[in-house]
């Protein structure tokens, strides 16, 4: 198979090569290192200790492979898919919709095509689209104190929302506090900014999520999860540069409230006058923020001032508007108080000058029909009657999905979502329950090995493992995550294949 890798633009080729070239970061030895016991996929470190570098190939084609390849986070989820694909398995890993994009939005795409907008935009985003980004924000998350186009940069997705961020933020010996289990795609963002690997082990400092049981609505005394406040104050440390959160939270579905947030808020404040000259940034993705159930309300980070003040505010539209695949979202800073001084305005333009430097470096600017997209989507789609419909679709396939759980051999051990499309399975006494015989065949002895030697090939259904997604591994080690953003034919075929499941376990207790 041809050994081709498309990246959006030269821009982002040009990193990828000098990152992996030329860094002066966790070198590896000259003599090859092949030795490959698989590390937690959670530090994604396997391919730098499995490649030989440099080997001459005799006559003829020759190729030279760089001796300091370096090794980012390998995503969990896009190799689960890969599997899923190749075993025929229905695949709820990985978290795209497969409805249509909105006809609107693909009309839109068409005409900007026709009208040849191909070119370049400004770095930080058409103006047309950051005047659209800060009016949504305006209505849907704090309209106490507004943002400004000039806040806000145009991304390619969350993804290079958070990479941006996260580099501009964090230093090499600064330590970032996030849940545990977080959303792992990151991790290789993560990497880049502490300038190694082997740092994330040291310095990504998870807390704990914890499991209560729901104490109102239909799932009522059923667990969910939970942000952990006093959890959360316990993982400060006075290298702490950066909160990261997910709220909805991915893969729990957690969802922060107004006390928490306030909570929260005092806690970095009140850490900050013990601690004098130590300034904490949050950054927020709210990728889910208009997926949430049982009438719960979203409540955003930027909603408390005291986050609000600290605030990287990342968004994205690609569930929004089911456009996973068109990679644009955008960050945006802490809005400017009113009456605040000349120092601070400048500050904040020295600060996106330097976030349009790092944009330059990974992808120039966001593609023009996209963004041109993405105005109408926001300036005309995005209604109380539109979100009313992601909740109604949502809000079904929950339901759908739970009730399916709770006649499967998982049921009474998994956790209802308050926000998102995941639902955590704990697969712990269903692993209990494997027959030995079965166990042996396909070496199962955690969630990964349950995924990628068993569920996928033999019972064709695709699911994240947990191990990917939690620091503590011994959790991760008997969680997998499930989506329901699929339509019903696919969570249909996924529960009539899961069916199967029974067969390979002894009877229940
Ligand atoms: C929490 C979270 N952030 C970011 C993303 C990726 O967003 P984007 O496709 O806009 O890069 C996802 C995708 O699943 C996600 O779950």
């Not at 239909?218 to 959160?245: C, I, R, S, W």
Request: charged share 20%; proline share 8%.
């Amino acid at each position: 198979m041809p050994c081709v890798l498309t990246t959006c633009c030269v821009g982002t080729v040009s990193k990828m090569f000098v990152q992996s070239l030329v860094s002066p970061l966790r070198p590896v030895g000259h003599s090859p290192r092949i030795a490959c016991s698989p590390p937690p996929l959670w530090q994604g470190r396997l391919l730098a200790d499995c490649v030989q570098f440099g080997n001459a190939m005799g006559s003829g084609p020759q190729i030279v492979i760089p001796r300091q390849a370096r090794v980012f986070a390998s995503s969990a989820i896009h190799s689960i898919t890969e599997l899923a694909l190749r075993h025929g398995a229905v695949n709820l890993g990985q978290g795209t919709p497969d409805d249509e994009h909105p006809q609107r939005l693909r009309d839109e795409l068409a005409a900007s095509a026709q009208a040849d907008r191909s070119r370049y935009t400004a770095i930080q985003g058409m103006p047309a689209l950051r005047q659209a980004l800060a009016d949504n924000f305006n209505r849907e998350l704090n309209p106490a104190l507004p943002y400004q186009p000039d806040d806000i940069m145009v991304t390619q997705g969350a993804t290079e929302a958070f990479f941006i961020a996260i580099n501009s933020t964090v230093g090499p010996d600064d330590e970032v506090v996030t849940t545990d289990p977080y959303y792992g795609l990151y991790t290789g963002s993560l990497q880049m900014a502490f300038g190694g690997d082997d740092k994330i082990e040291r310095q990504l400092k998870p807390f704990p999520l914890k499991l209560e049981p729901l104490t109102e609505g239909d799932y009522a005394g059923q667990p969910h999860f939970v942000f952990d406040m006093e959890a959360f104050a316990n993982t400060l440390t006075e290298k702490t540069k950066a909160v990261v959160l997910f709220n909805p939270h991915n893969p729990t579905g957690a969802v922060l409230n107004a006390s928490q947030l306030k909570r929260m808020g005092q806690i970095l404040d009140d850490w900050e006058l013990d601690h004098p000259g130590q300034h904490i940034m949050v950054i927020a993705d709210e990728t889910y923020r208009h997926i949430l159930f049982d009438g719960r309300p979203h409540v955003s980070v930027a909603a408390e001032p005291s986050l609000q003040k600290r605030l990287i505010y990342i968004n994205t539209l690609a569930k929004t508007f089911n456009t996973t695949g068109y990679r644009i979202g955008s960050l945006a800073l802490p809005p400017t108080p009113p009456g605040a001084g000349r120092d601070v305005q400048d500050a904040k333009a020295e600060w996106m000058r330097n976030l349009k430097g790092l944009k330059n470096v990974t992808s120039m600017c966001s593609p023009e029909p996209i963004q041109a997209m993405a105005v109408v989507a926001l300036n005309q789609m995005a209604t109380p009657d539109y979100y009313q419909s992601l909740h109604e679709r949502y809000g079904a396939r929950r339901r759908k999905m739970l009730d399916h759980l709770s006649r499967s051999p998982f049921a009474g051990h998994y956790a209802v979502p308050d926000g998102g499309y995941f639902v955590m399975v704990d697969i712990g006494p269903t692993l209990d329950r494997l027959r030995p015989e079965v166990k042996t065949q396909y070496q199962i002895n955690d969630a990964d090995s349950f995924v990628r030697n068993f569920l996928i090939p033999q019972i064709k259904v695709a699911a994240i493992p947990g191990n990917g997604l939690f620091r503590d591994q011994q959790q991760g080690g008997r969680y997998i995550r499930l989506s329901f953003c699929q339509n019903d034919d696919t969570i249909e075929a996924a529960f009539r294949n899961l069916e199967a499941l029974s067969t390979y376990l002894t009877p229940a207790a």
